[in-house]
């Protein structure tokens, strides 16, 4: 797993329209949360665990070029951290919380990376409050192999970038600061 920072988040922003006639958050794991298509490649998007989008949905124009220059710098990102991968865009959605919303533990695909940017939030860590308070929000993940499952949290603030393996078990601690927003992108990994 990679925590780095993406400092164009904002950049971002006027992409998440929230066309309430895409929503397909009944479908997956998240609870009190909206979930909306953003891009997917038709044809390697077949290839992975993940709801097909109707007719290849795009739901802004500028996602393709926007898709282009994550993957590029995620390319950099990936070389910067010794990890040599050949890797391709495969699909991204957006979530939006409401106020309570999580999403149950979950994976990918085996053969992808998943990518989640936050677009809003802060850091919230403060010494004077348990550990379960700070958690309101956080990603948490479960890596399993090996000798010992190792358990990790990660708050959300806008710019922050988590970048992991598919088949890494997470999931997100019920939301309490609003707005959260998140964008997420699954690559294909080729062998």
């Not at 994976?107 to 802060?122: A, M, P, V």
Request: contains cysteine; aromatic residues 14%.
């Amino acid at each position: 797993m990679i925590d780095t920072e993406y400092t164009k988040y904002q950049d971002l922003l006027p992409l998440v329209e929230s066309n309430p006639n895409s929503e397909y958050s009944n479908e997956t794991v998240a609870f009190n949360a909206r979930q909306y298509p953003l891009w997917s490649d038709p044809v390697v998007a077949q290839t992975v665990k993940h709801k097909q989008y109707r007719d290849n949905y795009v739901q802004h124009p500028a996602w393709e070029e926007a898709t282009h220059d994550i993957f590029e710098w995620t390319k950099r990102r990936l070389k910067r951290n010794k990890i040599d991968l050949n890797f391709v865009p495969t699909i991204s959605w957006s979530m939006e919380y409401a106020a309570g919303g999580w999403q149950s533990m979950h994976t990918h695909d085996s053969d992808c990376i998943t990518q989640i940017f936050y677009l809003d939030g802060e850091i919230n860590r403060d010494p004077n409050v348990s550990a379960k308070e700070n958690n309101w929000g956080s990603m948490y993940a479960f890596l399993t192999k090996g000798d010992k499952p190792l358990y990790k949290s990660f708050s959300s603030w806008a710019g922050r970038c988590i970048i992991l393996r598919g088949d890494i078990f997470h999931g997100v601690y019920p939301i309490k600061t609003l707005p959260r927003r998140t964008i997420i992108m699954d690559y294909k990994v080729i062998r």
